[in-house]
């Protein structure tokens, strides 16, 4: 049986894509409660480092996550990911200062910093080389359906019972995430016993430079997410949407059924050309968000945010394995996933800084991110093809 004919769909990739499904559902259903809790805590004015603070110990402990993900093995950095947020849900109805959530904040965001990274290198793992993209296309659709459902439920939960009963369910979530990881194989096949002299980093550790077209084109691309993250739970109330979650539900409904078509064009037609389409479409949807004027027109937006957003990510993630050596891919999605999380942190202060309760100042802080984003095409366009590192399949 060919390798294009043969079923992707084995157990232990089943097994990954409902713990992803579980453990992005645990963060996210909290995303669109937060402002307003730290608002009644007295913090209104920290609300961009709500995702800012999240995504900083996120970006810091990728190295750590990408050398740990290709020599203690991929399920065991998973774990440690998923433990974070079930830890963290507990905590959060304790440390109920300003100063206890934002370094809640601070620890939480140690969870995406650990499992992403070794998720992707397990599905590479996992995968023929030239179905890459439509794995990735199809774990994204699990991942991206507990971003969806996630705020939703978070809002509801709120809503019905409490914020600390939100809490709650998230570390039920992370702990059914990690029951999953429990019943995984691991496919690093050299992998060595945990010692503290792994935690000891040198430069070649930190930063994969095959990698680094993949790494400019997310932190360009996720500015704009940051942001989002940030103000349109407050942009979605003074439009008339009640449920803060409902953006983030349309924009990830809108990229399911996408991610899997773009990963398979990916594969056939190459990364490049597919992330150029998703730029363009990305940059508009900004634009979009930015001109809305009811709670309509800003559905439409988010809907095409998805499906930009539903393009980019597993191109992304297969032109990320694409670039990198057999042997480094942990180091390689570590070095995307740190531009990742240092651009939605980024995206996190800019909105924040502009913000400061002002709606007025919202479409401007989407027609930066749009700008962002063109910088984005702009470099695939001309500057990265003039590299000498490529791929033979590109």
């Known amino acids: 049986m060919s390798e294009e004919s043969e079923s992707i769909y084995s157990l232990q990739f089943v097994l990954v894509c409902l713990s992803s499904f579980l453990f992005s559902a645990s963060f996210n259903m909290l995303i669109p409660e937060l402002p307003s809790y730290l608002t009644s805590l007295g913090g209104a004015e920290y609300k961009g480092l709500i995702i800012a603070l999240f995504t900083l110990t996120a970006g810091i402990s990728r190295p750590f996550s990408g050398k740990l993900t290709d020599t203690v093995g991929r399920i065991p950095v998973m774990a440690i990911g998923s433990l974070v947020c079930f830890f963290c849900g507990f905590l959060y109805p304790i440390l109920t200062t300003i100063a206890g959530f934002l370094f809640l904040r601070l620890i939480h965001g140690f969870s995406t910093g650990f499992k992403p990274t070794a998720t992707a290198a397990y599905v590479a793992d996992l995968i023929p080389l030239n179905r890459w993209g439509e794995a990735m296309g199809i774990h994204g659709i699990f991942f991206s359906t507990g971003m969806a459902i996630g705020p939703a439920i978070g809002s509801w939960i709120t809503s019905h019972f409490s914020i600390n009963i939100l809490f709650y369910c998230s570390s039920f979530f992370a702990l059914l995430s990690i029951v999953i990881l429990m019943n995984m194989k691991e496919t690093l096949s050299a992998k060595e016993r945990f010692q503290f002299g792994h935690l000891k980093l040198n430069r070649k550790d930190i930063i994969d430079p095959r990698a680094l077209p993949a790494a400019i084109v997310t932190f360009l691309t996720y500015i704009s997410y940051g942001s989002i993250l940030t103000v349109i739970s407050d942009w979605s109330k003074h439009l008339g949407v009640t449920n803060k979650g409902l953006f983030f539900m349309v924009f990830t409904l809108a990229s399911l059924i996408i991610r899997f078509l773009a990963g398979k064009a990916s594969d056939r037609y190459g990364r490049v ?43 992304i993630s297969a032109w990320t394995v694409d670039l990198s050596h057999p042997k480094e891919r942990g180091k390689a999605m570590a070095t995307m996933y740190i531009a990742l999380e240092a651009g939605i942190g980024l995206g996190a202060l800019l909105a924040g800084w502009l913000f400061i309760n002002d709606l007025q100042m919202i ?19 001309f500057i990265y093809p003039n590299r000498k590192l490529l791929t033979e399949n590109l």
């Open 273 to 315: 050309i597919i992330l150029k389409v998703s730029i363009v479409l990305l940059s508009l949807s900004l634009l979009f968000i930015a001109f809305a004027n009811s709670a309509f027109s800003l559905m439409m937006a988010s809907a095409l945010y998805g499906v930009s957003t539903g393009m980019l990510s597993p191109g």
């Open 363 to 381: 479409p401007l802080i989407f027609y930066c991110c749009a700008a962002f984003a063109i910088t984005a095409l702009l470099y695939l366009q």
